[in-house]
């Protein structure tokens, strides 16, 4: 189960804010368990801006135009929701949905306007039985056999039956050989031959793996419950090799598979995906090669390659959320948001020389500045993830430099200082 759970198509229109916030603070205020989870109980009944108190109540949500939408609750043992939900359900566009995760762990859809504001929960699980999900974790640490494997393909009606995440025995041993592929690399770079003996049985177990799996022409286009496929495990190892053993078995190229690749971050891999497949590649490719580790050599190589042999825009935006180390970039983020998130300075300044808009927003009205001043949403827990890198004062300046508003004020009313200033509070 997911630790939270987001909104869909839920909507508060802009004229009916003002009265959601009001009333979202009147009653928090008079709540006793509320009104001690707030994150600044003075700030909460002061802000004019009703996506900062949600903020302050731990909870996300995002803008449409001057719209609220896509408002997400925590979930777990701390979770609200339940008390503040009814501060703010007269105010949401009939039609729209909420998700939340009540204490019980159980994921409740609630759709207002619909047949009697109908309540269903769905067991998305109910065809996964113990011994397949019990013989798919073994195949991590082991050879499989085609003895084992025909018998337990007779008795689940075929060679595509699932674990509790989804995952067929084709993903789970691409799954399984990406992570071998990735591991023996990084054993190459030390000198200790036990331990490059030890990733090369490793290999050794996952490649037999997936041979056995893929002589009984298992479905190429299985995804698991986080949307991998097969081809997209393999673009992510980096082995040409594994995505040409895949796209011969028919292995179909998606949007997601470019993701993959530029995530990555192997130009031939990269190169190999795109062969005829150009068509196929989404608007935000650039966005995602972006959020890569500043420290990660081949970021800039690929950046590079997405914007003058495969001629992105530089002012791409990503079409969701896009979850890295250092936090998320936001729906509408753009590649410049996502290089000042991971404070890359080589980064920024390749695109603000190619044209990236300094003034762009995201869907939350953050700027890059934002970006590289804070984590620009408090996550549902109340913690941040993202720090300032040593890099960090260089990317605050290079921004400033080329224009950057220092006033501007995302949708929950804060500046680029604002998320400084409690990224230093907290710290301390």
């Known amino acids: ?193 036990e331990v490059l003996d030890e990733a090369t049985e490793r290999l050794g177990i996952h490649a037999h793996n997936l041979e056995i799996v893929l002589r009984r022409n298992p479905d190429m286009t299985a995804r ?57 590649a989404g608007k935000d490719l650039l966005v995602h090669a972006c959020t890569a580790a500043s420290y990660e050599p081949e970021k800039m190589a690929m950046v590079r390659h997405l914007v003058e042999g495969f001629y992105c825009d530089v002012n791409s935006r990503a079409a969701e959320p896009i979850w890295v180390m250092e936090g998320r970039v936001g729906r509408h983020g753009t590649p410049l948001m996502a290089a000042a998130l991971t404070d890359d300075v080589a980064a920024v300044e390749y695109l603000l020389r190619a044209g990236a808009d300094v003034h762009a927003l995201d869907c939350y009205n953050n700027t890059a500045l934002h970006y590289c001043s804070g984590q620009t949403w408090v996550g549902g827990n109340g913690m941040q993830c993202w720090f300032a890198r040593d890099e960090n004062p260089q990317v605050t300046e290079m921004l400033l430099e080329h224009g950057a508003d220092a006033l501007a004020r995302n949708a929950a009313g804060r500046t680029s200082a604002d998320l400084a200033q409690g990224q230093r509070e907290q710290a301390a």
């Open 224 to 280: 698991d419950n986080d949307g991998c496929d097969a081809l997209g495990f393999a673009a992510q190892s980096r082995d040409v090799e594994f995505v040409d053993k895949l796209l011969s078995h028919g292995a179909p190229v998606s949007a997601s598979t470019f993701i993959d690749a530029v995530n990555g971050l192997s130009l031939a891999v990269f190169k190999k995906i795109a062969h005829n497949n150009t068509h196929l």
């Open 1 to 193: 189960m997911n630790a939270s759970v987001t909104a869909t198509s839920l909507r508060i229109n802009e004229g009916q804010q003002a009265e959601a916030l009001k009333s979202l603070q009147n009653g928090c205020a008079a709540h006793t368990a509320v009104s001690g989870y707030i994150g600044d109980e003075q700030e909460f009944m002061q802000t004019t801006f009703l996506a900062r108190a949600f903020e302050l109540l731990h909870m996300e949500c995002e803008v449409d135009g001057r719209d609220l939408v896509r408002i997400g609750f925590a979930g777990g043992k701390n979770d609200m929701s339940h008390h503040i939900w009814p501060f703010i359900e007269k105010y949401v566009e009939q039609g729209s949905a909420v998700s939340t995760l009540f204490e019980t762990g159980e994921v409740e859809t609630v759709r207002f306007g619909e047949q009697g504001d109908d309540i269903y929960a769905e067991d998305a699980h109910s065809d996964v039985s113990e011994e397949a999900d019990e013989f798919l974790a073994e195949m991590a640490h082991r050879k499989i056999t085609d003895t084992e494997l025909d018998a337990i393909t007779g008795s689940k009606e075929g060679i595509d039956f699932v674990d509790d995440n989804r995952r067929t025995p084709l993903l789970v041993a691409c799954e399984n050989y990406r992570w071998a592929v990735r591991g023996l690399a990084d054993a190459e770079l030390e000198d200790d031959e």
